[in-house]
């Protein structure tokens, strides 16, 4: 034994480099595995903990919320832990293995969108029609159209003429795909739709000259279009006219494609119809479109086309063409470093994306955020790669909770949504993208159980915590913002300590929706909460509504409240 040791300690003595390396990856592998040692018991330890804020807020209801994991309710982070940049709560790791292993909630910024299974579609809210005659001179599907020889399915023209807010969606040729607002052609026999997809042999989509039309169910909130233009309402004559609405003529035989084709040369967001006369403009103070009068008021027919509607002298119809309204467009960082860190706080699913979305173009300042996500930052975040303490963007986008983490930013504006809705808007995000959906096999798997048990508590003690260690707390509910976008929008500014510009706001609201929007169509048929899941959830809907009130604010919105 000895002779092999001193044969050994003679190669070493000639040759010192080799040694000396040796040791240093002795004592790097020795550190490596302490680290990991000691993030285990971290982890392990910070989940048995109760937060003392959550623990007073729940005292306030039944005690059985104890039992149903409210114990793992904070989310916040241990210092020895803490860095410049974070990429969300290690507690989260956890659940990604459970939740089949799927990394990176939020440092993942290179996700791409899931492709979806053809017989997913199938579960959408559209209906079949019938086989419809197609002429290539006089479509019946007149909006926007799209071809797939390689790749077309039913559902994926459904998809994409749902999203875009069309009511019927016909496919022919087996690749051709047609949207439209109404259907503007006769029957046809169902024999002569015999053409299978491209994309999806299993499924016919129409035949030569024939169409395979699908009535869909969108959501109340989509658009309603005409072509290319989106259908705004029916709106009384302004005050001024020609201070309002700039540009004016008289046309024969007026049509809505005529009308909408002349303001989009004239390169102005509105066409209006009164009659034969079509005036062009932008939503001003002066013709805001915030009061609709009833539909009936406008139902005088074109008399270019005996199926559509021009209104009349005293009330418009009011369609917003494809030209975009550049007076919200404009955006910087700020011309001097923030002198106060304000949070654009919420729980995942609730809406951060889209409101940082509406302050950008209220503000025409770039919004932060606490991580990094690049296809964010792709899309036009470009407050994205800014450090969080960088001080040129105007609001910090987080999902953190915990007392450190809160106390880190002076004021917050904090989203709150539904918690039913966002467990599943955040449930579609992390396995479909930020604008795709969870596959059924997904929804229907052990995926969305174990996701609603760890997410659920989240919900409660993200807001619970905002409203304790925040100073100055200006509390938005999604759902209000979505209902009242221009009041509400306007308080947030105000709440930013800029100067609320009218005219933005109306800009903001004619392009509302931003990149991030899922379309109305992929609607689950079933509810995929249990009865189970349903108690747990109202329980934490009460503790919100009371810890809310206890600080003399609003409660939540009535369709919150468990029934």
């Known amino acids: 034994m000895a002779k092999p040791l001193l044969k050994i300690q003679r190669y070493f003595r000639r040759k010192p480099v080799r040694f000396f390396s040796l040791i240093l990856l002795y004592l790097t592998a020795g550190s490596l595995v302490f680290l990991h040692s000691g993030f285990v018991g971290d982890s392990s330890s910070s989940r048995g903990s109760r937060d003392p804020v959550v623990a007073s807020e729940m005292s306030l209801h039944s005690g059985s919320l104890d039992n149903r994991g409210i114990g793992i309710m904070r989310r916040g982070f241990k210092d020895a832990r803490r860095s410049g940049r974070r990429y969300g709560p290690l507690w989260m790791k956890k659940t990604e293995q459970m939740l089949g292993g799927k990394s990176g909630d939020y440092a993942n910024w290179n996700r791409a969108l899931k492709g979806r299974n053809a017989k997913d579609g199938e579960d959408g809210r559209a209906r079949y029609i019938g086989c419809y005659i197609d002429d290539t001179h006089k479509r019946a599907l007149r909006g926007v159209s799209f071809f797939d020889y390689k790749k077309m399915t039913v559902f994926r023209c459904q998809d994409n003429c749902a999203e875009r807010g069309y009511m019927f969606a016909g496919l022919e040729f087996g690749a051709e795909c047609y949207c439209g607002h109404k259907i503007q052609a006769p029957n046809a026999s169902e024999s002569d739709c015999n053409m299978e997809c491209k994309g999806e042999k299993s499924n016919v989509c129409g035949g030569a000259n024939r169409l395979s039309i699908y009535r869909l169910e969108l959501s109340q909130e989509s658009a309603r279009r005409y072509g290319s233009a989106i259908f705004k309402g029916c709106f009384h004559r302004p005050d001024n006219v020609t201070l309002a609405l700039p540009f004016s003529t008289v046309i024969q035989n007026m049509s809505v494609d005529k009308c909408v084709d002349l303001c989009t040369e004239k390169e102005k967001s509105l066409a209006v119809l009164a009659g034969d006369t079509c005036h062009c403009g932008f939503p001003t103070p002066l013709f805001s479109l915030h009061e609709p009068e009833e539909e009936a008021m406008c139902l005088h027919r074109c008399p270019g086309e005996e199926f559509e509607n021009c209104g009349n002298e005293q009330y418009f119809v009011v369609y917003q063409t494809q030209v975009q309204d550049n007076r919200c467009m404009d955006r910087h960082f700020l011309p001097a ?27 025409g300042y770039y919004t932060g955020s606490y991580y990094f996500d690049g296809s964010l930052y792709n899309k036009g975040f470009k407050g994205e790669r800014d450090h969080w303490r960088s001080g040129r963007t105007i609001c910090i986008k987080t999902h953190e909770s915990g007392k450190k983490e809160i106390e880190a930013f002076d004021s917050s504006i904090l989203m709150i949504r539904n918690p039913y809705k966002a467990l599943m808007a955040e449930f579609n995000r992390k396995y479909g993208g930020h604008i795709g959906f969870a596959s059924q096999a997904h929804w229907k798997g052990k995926e969305w159980p174990e ?37 509400r929008l306007k308080g947030m500014v105000q709440f930013l300590g800029l100067k609320v510009s009218e005219d933005r706001l109306l800009c903001v609201e004619g392009q509302k929706d931003g990149n991030f929007k899922r379309s109305g169509l992929r609607k689950l048929e079933y509810d995929p909460y249990t009865p189970e899941m349903r108690a747990n959830i109202d329980e934490m809907i009460r503790t919100v509504d009371a810890a809310l009130k206890k600080r003399n604010m609003s409660g939540v919105p009535d369709e919150y409240k468990p029934r």
């Open 337 to 363: 470093h923030a002198k106060q860190l304000v949070a654009l706080a919420s729980f995942p699913g609730a809406g951060n994306t889209w409101a940082r979305h509406l302050i950008e173009l209220a503000t």
């Open 451 to 487: 996701f609603v048990k760890n997410y659920a508590p989240w919900w409660a003690s993200h807001t619970l915590d905002w409203l304790h260690y925040g100073s100055n707390v200006h509390v938005v509910h999604f759902e209000e913002l979505k209902r009242d976008l221009f009041s």
